[in-house]
């Protein structure tokens, strides 16, 4: 199995915290080496998947925990956002992950607009798992240019 | 992490300050100011974006909402002095086409 870092941040399904998790991330991809522009990048990305994340939360019950993962890998990061506490289980995810499709359950995303547009504009690869709550997946590479980043290297069995 | 906001009014126009970010956490209390301003007919609303150094789709949300007020109420919006990064997701959205704005750094993407 390719190696990478895990890091995972759990934070109150609150409006507030999405500036937390932004300087989280900065701070991460800028130790893998991301440039400014491609950090502000994965900010806006973030910061838009946790937004339906909270208002996904808040309409469940008003309350909860958003998880964030980001897996740190050589060439890339991944970055997973669960509207829900629990931690990942990374097999799992990966298992039942495909591009998101029109009747999936996120609809958040579109009602906030240029949400998910922008998610997707800003970032290399966007999935989503809706199995258990909604869970957005993301990548983005640190090289731009070059080939080989169909991201298809990952599902290659050990 | 805070948007602070300053408005000051003369003579038909009205100066937003905004210093900080906006986002899902800031921008609710940004609509609450802004959207009344522009619900005076032939009011000049101008946001200056000069210390605005994050924003996301809550706050392109909330521009869209002035501007269509301000056609409904036949004010005017502009947003002057609008950082590269911040101009980027005007441009991307489309809504460069549709929103007046002015960029330091006009169309740098």
């Known amino acids: ?158 | 992490m805070n948007l602070s906001i300053d408005v000051t009014n003369n003579e038909g126009v009205s100066n937003v300050v905004l210093t900080g970010e906006v986002d899902a956490f800031t921008a609710p209390k940004l609509k609450d100011t802004l959207l009344p301003l522009t619900k005076e007919k032939g009011q000049v609303v101008e946001v200056d974006f000069q210390d605005v150094n994050y924003m996301d789709s809550t706050g392109l949300g909330v521009f869209i909402s002035a501007l269509k007020s301000t056609k409904e109420h036949e004010s005017e919006m502009r947003l002057v002095h609008m950082q590269d990064r911040v101009y980027r997701l005007f441009k991307i959205t489309g809504l460069t086409e549709i929103i007046n704005i002015e960029s330091t750094v006009q169309g740098g993407m």
């Open chain 1, 1 to 158: 199995m390719e190696p990478f870092d895990f890091v995972e941040v759990k934070v109150p399904a609150k409006a507030e915290y999405i500036g937390v998790v932004r300087l989280s991330i900065s701070g991460i991809a800028n130790r893998m080496g991301f440039t400014y522009e491609d950090i502000e990048d994965l900010k806006v990305a973030i910061s838009e998947a946790i937004t339906n994340a909270v208002k996904h939360a808040y309409k469940e019950t008003g309350e909860g925990e958003i998880t964030i993962g980001f897996g740190v890998y050589q060439d890339r990061l991944e970055i997973m956002v669960a509207d829900h506490g629990g931690s990942f289980n990374l097999g799992e995810i990966k298992e039942d992950i495909g591009p998101y499709k029109q009747d999936d359950d996120i609809e958040e995303l579109r009602e906030g607009g240029f949400g998910l547009f922008l998610i997707d504009a800003l970032m290399d690869k966007v999935e989503i798992n809706s199995k258990y709550g909604v869970i957005v997946l993301m990548t983005k590479y640190l090289h731009e240019t070059g080939v080989g980043q169909d991201g298809d290297q990952i599902t290659t069995p050990q």
